[in-house]
T-cell receptor, first 111, second 111 residues
Framework: DQQVKQNSPSLSVQEGRISILNCDYT??????FLWYKKYPAEGPTFLIS?????DKNEDGRFTVFLNKSAKHLSLHIVPSQPGDSAVYFC??????????FGGGTRLMVKP | DVKVTQSSRYLVKRTGEKVFLECVQD?????MFWYRQDPGLGLRLIYF???????EKGDIPEGYSVSREKKERFSLILESASTNQTSMYLC??????????FGNGTRLTVT
């Protein structure tokens, strides 16, 4: 049973608009959440993280929102750029233990 | 800059062969990891190591073993390759609980 789920395998967005990528989790012990971005033929790279004591973390065009009661987090990219086209993985951990990854969402930003 | 190097980008092996995947990091990180990435399943942890000669099973260790004789090198071994081990293999390292740094991956095909 997957503890971290990304229910949308793909998402297509127009350049300049907002991209919203969603992630749901089931383990209430998770207290740290991360987003990774992966281009083809490259390894995932860390994008942004959030601790469970916060509900929002922002870094430039990227904002992660955490709703603990709903066990849901989302990544907002504003404005979206063609270079943001990649696969995005959310990941979660409990008390510094191993990361559990979601299945990934492929984002396509159209010029 | 952090660098994790995987020795092969592509490998094709036959069923029953013994396969070695090599990973080297240059950041003096104590923690190293092996994941496999499959469509829709995200990244699943095979094995990890938190020190030289130490190893711990991840979520899917069956059919795999690892070796960590030096701090910078972590090897994944498929004792007898099978077709269901065809996958993208990703090595990662980190210091403490910092975000993972990934290599570019090895795409293994077992025929």
């Amino acid at each position: 049973d997957q503890q971290v789920k990304q229910n949308s395998p793909s998402l297509s967005v127009q350049e300049g608009r907002i991209s919203i990528l969603n992630c749901d989790y089931t383990n209430s012990m998770f207290d740290y959440f991360l987003w990774y971005k992966k281009y083809p033929a490259e390894g995932p790279t860390f994008l942004i993280s959030i601790s469970s004591i916060k509900d929002k973390n922002e870094d430039g065009r990227f904002t992660v929102f955490l709703n603990k009661s709903a066990k849901h987090l989302s990544l907002h990219i504003v404005p979206s750029q063609p270079g943001d086209s990649a696969v995005y993985f959310c990941a979660a951990s409990a008390a510094g233990n191993m990361l559990t990854f979601g299945g990934g969402t492929r984002l396509m930003v159209k010029p | 800059d952090v660098k994790v190097t995987q020795s092969s980008r592509y490998l094709v092996k036959r069923t029953g062969e013994k396969v070695f995947l090599e990973c080297v990091q240059d950041m003096d990180h104590e923690n190293m990891f092996w994941y496999r990435q499959d469509p829709g399943l995200g990244l699943r942890l095979i094995y990890f190591s938190y020190d030289v000669k130490m190893k711990e099973k991840g979520d899917i260790p069956e059919g795999y073993s690892v070796s960590r004789e030096k701090k910078e090198r972590f090897s994944l071994i498929l004792e007898s390759a099978s077709t269901n081990q065809t996958s993208m293999y990703l090595c990662a390292s980190r210091a403490g609980n910092s975000p993972l740094h990934f290599g570019n991956g090895t795409r293994l095909t077992v025929t």
